[in-house]
């Protein structure tokens, strides 16, 4: 990998080209099955995928894998799409469903039938699984397992025809009870399914099993390359049979597998995860705390962070734990160089500068990215009356507190020094204003700016400033690896601190007149946000994305 600068899947389609395989044609899938929406994991698989294709001049296609109508929606066929542009990529004409290939499987499965392949088990899914054996110890034949060939294709043929109910047949593949991969243990290729489908509708009433549909449709599509994840290692010699049963050898699609994308702190399993949505335990797939692809989208990552991260942990052949942290530095090493620099205060405290024209206004200019020159810059207002945030200020502060106390000098960011020079409080002690100074000769770009003071404070003016709310976003779940806690409910394990809404910060004109949904910003000395698409005309909602810096790490 060091040399080439390829993958190992990369390195082998670099060496399928050079030796001229099918054509010296590449051609890869992205397989989702439209249960639910994408997360972080499958955003491997689609850089894998389409990157392959993008590298090496092929073909990507993206083929919902709908076999199995009960769970699947026409909801996540679009969502799916909607995140795979997201992230940078395109299937061009390229898309396709499985269902597109009912027929031709159904066809094939008549024809297995036929050559005495297949047959009709009328056992229930217990006793098929009983039969089945162990690794060391060879299964038993069913009891079906010789019916004649007349009697299995009238009853598969009716089966489709829906005369029977859901769980009383099922087509098996006539293999190896024997053999030392289970998969071959006459594995099920069609069971009866009587929930409509989200496309075909009631046309079907049997529905092929993901190992006799998947080999099949990459053959029938033209695929190459078909790359999974490591558990399916154990299936690519089934996937060799049934497309051994249609190739007559100039073209074969290849199985290759490579590490699925585990995080700490987070769950990737579709049904938890559906879970956790089914039971509002967060608001929704798009919720900001979820590993999703909308999730990560609606809290503010960009599509760079994420690929990014997904580089940096590169693909093996080895099941690995990823650390969330890795994600989060990829995100704030994005946002750093992105995001536009804007001023807000998440618990204000006012400032009166006693020394200001009661009714001035002055404008100073600041810079949007000092990590980016053609970001440019906006106007901000000063004016006597500011907001800075409660914990910049103490009045009584320890040794090394460089920001403002009695006495003492801060700079405010972008515009004077200030001196403190008294504070208000109420009747019960809780200080309501700072009383300060400005030295005139101080303003940014003067001569006297240059003088030394220790501390920077970000500011808003309070007139001017907007009212917003702000979400505060922390780790899903209190556990490292909630997959791992086998004996505890995983909802047990949830952070109860992930979301803290703080109302009332201020943010500065400039980020009312500006944000979108999705544009990054950078609360200075704060964090990176973004606005919620909760928001309105009325009220701004920004969701924290990160913090500015790692928090957990000491
Ligand atoms: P689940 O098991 O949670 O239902 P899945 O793997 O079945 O998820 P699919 O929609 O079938 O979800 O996945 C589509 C593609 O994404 C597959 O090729 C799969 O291997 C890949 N994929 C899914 N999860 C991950 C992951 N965590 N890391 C890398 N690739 C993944
Ligand atoms: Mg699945
Ligand atoms: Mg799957």
């Not at 994408?38 to 296609?61: Q, V, Y």
């Not at 299936?235 to 190739?247: K, M, N, W």
């Not at 024209?357 to 906006?378: F, I, L, T, W, Y």
């Amino acid at each position: 990998e060091e040399k080439t600068g390829l993958n190992f899947v990369e390195q082998i389609v670099a060496d399928d080209i050079k030796e001229g395989k099918n054509g010296g044609r590449v051609q890869t899938r992205f397989p989702p099955e439209p249960n639910g929406y994408l997360h972080i994991g499958h955003a491997k698989a689609i850089c894998m995928d389409f990157g392959i294709a993008e590298k090496f001049g092929g073909k990507c296609f993206l083929r919902f894998d709908d076999t199995n109508p009960i769970k699947e929606d026409t909801e996540y066929v679009d969502a799916i799409m909607e995140d795979i542009h997201w992230l940078g990529f395109d299937w061009g004409d390229n898309l396709r469903y499985a269902s597109d290939y009912f027929q031709k499987l159904y066809d094939l499965a008549e024809r297995l039938i036929k050559e005495g392949k297949a047959y009709v088990d009328h056992q229930t899914s217990e006793e098929i699984a009983r039969q089945k054996g162990t690794p060391t110890q060879a299964g038993v034949a069913s009891p079906c397992r010789d019916r004649p060939v007349e009697e299995n294709l009238d009853l598969f043929r009716r089966m489709n025809a829906g005369e029977f109910d859901e769980g009383t047949y099922v087509l098996r593949a006539k293999i190896d009870m024997a053999s030392p991969n289970m998969h071959f243990r006459d594995p099920i290729m069609y069971r009866i399914i009587k929930t409509p489908h989200h496309r075909t509708g009631t046309k079907w009433n049997v529905y092929p099993m993901y190992d006799f549909a998947h080999g099949q449709s990459d053959f029938f599509e033209g695929v190459t390359h078909s790359i999974c994840t490591l558990e399916f290692v154990p299936h690519r010699p089934l996937y060799d049979y049934f497309v051994d049963e249609l190739t007559d050898g100039t073209y074969r699609p290849r199985q290759y597998e490579f590490n699925r994308l585990n995080l700490t702190y987070t769950v990737m399993s579709k049904r938890k995860l559906l879970q956790l949505v089914k039971e509002g335990l967060v608001a929704g797939w798009d919720d900001p705390r979820m590993p999703t692809i909308s999730g990560m989208r609606r809290r503010g990552f960009t599509p760079e962070s994420v690929k990014n991260f997904i580089n940096m942990i590169g693909y093996t052949k080895f099941e690995a734990l990823n650390s969330i942290s890795l994600l989060e530095h990829a995100v704030r090493d994005n946002l750093n160089q992105v995001a536009t620099r804007v001023m807000a205060v998440m618990n204000p405290v006012k400032v009166v500068i006693t020394n200001y024209p009661e009714d001035k206004v002055e404008m100073v200019e600041m810079e949007n990215n000092p990590e980016d020159s053609a970001a440019g810059s906006h106007q901000m207002p000063f004016s006597r009356e500011i907001y800075i945030e409660r914990d910049d200020f103490m009045e009584n502060p320890p040794k090394k507190f460089f920001r403002l106390a009695p006495g003492g000098e801060v700079r405010l960011k972008g515009a004077y020094i200030v001196m403190c020079t008294d504070v208000v409080k109420d009747a019960d002690g809780n200080i309501t204003e700072i009383h300060c100074t400005y030295d005139p000769e101080t303003r940014s770009g003067m001569p006297g700016s240059m003088r030394k003071v220790k501390g920077t404070l970000h500011w808003v003016s309070a007139k001017h400033a907007v009212d917003a709310s702000a979400r505060l976003y922390d780790r899903l779940f209190a556990v490292e690896n909630p997959a791992e806690e086998k004996d505890r409910d995983f909802r047990e394990l949830l952070n109860p601190d992930s979301l803290k809404v703080v109302d009332g910060i201020k943010v500065e004109p400039f980020v009312a007149e500006s944000a979108k949904v999705g544009m990054p910003l950078q609360f200075q000395r704060i964090g990176y946000f973004t606005l919620d698409p909760d928001s309105d005309s009325s009220h701004m909602i920004f969701n924290r994305t990160m913090q500015l810096k790692d928090t957990w790490e000491k």
